[in-house]
């Protein structure tokens, strides 16, 4: 009784191994993107910071004006560096750049701890910035390269949550705690980051641009969490192989049909994503709704908001294969664009002809406008770009390709929250409302043409797809 018991639980437990799992995968991921975490805290940081810098005149002798850089050094930090990290990824590998993140992180709220003249908040901003060029290049490549299509299909929006709750927390923290608490309690993050996923495995895919199988086989095991990785180990050495034949000069980024497209589309993700307002509202949430005069307070209202757009993100990720990339990319313009242009509208009665209409009986509008453009924003442009950063380009040409597109990121995120300010002294509130409301409109347009359908898609089949050719047998998920 006791042998067939034992041989039994040997054949079921033999069963598993050779199913594997996906958690595994899952807890990478999950550790990875605490990085993410870290940066979405540091980018929304001036929102609740700000006000109180520049109110603080016993602490701080910094005025609103010399405040408003905070939001603009970031992105410079991030074009100052994106070149380094691009080319430290194909050195020392995905997993050991994205380590590296954890040292201007700490470094950069250090400062904030102890900064008292602008100039030191202006390091720490800029830093911060440098911190996002080192995420941007290394871990949209990790997550795509270490997941099946089925789990990242599920689980690769991940990185933007933890973004999103990044900006939720610092929100909540900031809102009550001082610049100074706030930074000790922010410290802990990158510091858990640093501490947990040393203990992750590098990409296979990694490994093997290096030709090293033997630790490319380890890496699926712990990744895959079974013994027998032969048949998909082949499969991404024969991928690989041939990505790697290709030519990766600068120049083939641009003038080689695959990767032309996959920059195009890159590009118009990004603009699009950026240009819909997303950076904007994130560092002047607070700002957006204390000008609204709503009967929410603003620390509140950028709250709810933040915990909306952290909440839906993570239900997006679930629903978006079976939707498509493409599909959800357009709805989610068109959906965002016609909620900004209700907004647009409400600012525009309420600046021009708020003696004629009365606007305080609709004053709840901002805030539910907000929440619809949430809900929407989070089906597609919050979710598809980022996914995608790690899909796109073929391994020999990934690391340029992604310092082109880091780039325009950072220029499209400094650009538009500068547009923001600059429209809203200049013409009033409904001005960026209504420029980003007809950008969504000219995307939506755009995207059913520059947007790939990636869904269920290996990367091979991916590259094969941007080359305008068809593969039959694909891999199972």
Known sequence: ???????????????????????????????????????????????????????????????????????????????????????????????????????????????????????????????????????????????????????????????????????????????????????????????????????MPETPYYYLIKNRTEDARLSLRKLRRKQDVEEELNKLKADVARQ???????????????????????VFLRASQQLGG????????????LKSGGDVSASTSSIIFMGLCAALNMCAGFTLDRIGRRRSYFLSLLLCGSVLLCEAVYFILEQFYGDKVDVQVVNWIPLVGMILYVIFYSFGLGIVPTLMLGELFSASIKGKGLFVLNIVFALLVSGATKLFHILDTSFGLFAPFLFFSVSCFLSAILALYFVPETKGKTLEEIQQSLKGRKQQDKQPC
């Open 244 to 266: 790697m034949s290709e030519s990766a000069t600068w120049r083939d980024v641009f003038t080689i049909v695959s990767n032309r497209k996959a920059v195009y589309a890159g």
């Open 1 to 199: 009784m006791t042998g067939s018991v034992t041989v039994k639980n040997f054949e079921v437990q033999e069963d598993r191994d050779e199913k594997g799992g996906d958690w595994y995968q899952i807890l990478a991921i999950f550790l990875s993107c605490i990085s993410a975490f870290n940066a979405g805290m540091l980018f929304s940081w001036s929102s609740p910071s700000i006000p109180k810098i520049s109110e603080d005149k016993v602490n701080y002798d910094i005025s609103l004006d010399e405040a408003s850089y905070f939001t603009v050094l970031p992105p410079m930090g991030a074009i100052c560096s994106c070149f380094v990290f691009s080319k430290l990824t194909d050195m020392i590998g995905r997993k050991h750049t994205l380590i590296l993140i954890a040292i201007p992180q700490i470094v950069s709220l250090v400062l904030i701890s102890v900064a008292k003249s602008v100039y030191v908040f202006y390091i720490a901003r800029f830093l911060a910035g440098v911190a996002d060029a080192c995420l941007f290049a290394s871990l949209p490549i990790y997550v795509a390269e270490i997941t099946t299509p089925k789990v990242r299909g599920t689980w690769g929006n991940f990185m933007t949550f933890l973004i999103y709750i990044g900006q939720l927390t610092i929100n909540i923290v900031g809102s009550y705690t001082s610049v100074v608490m706030t930074a000790y309690i922010c410290l802990i993050f990158p510091v858990f980051f640093l501490c947990t996923f040393i203990f």
């Open 278 to 289: 997303i950076s904007s509202f994130a560092v002047y949430t607070q700002y957006i709704f």
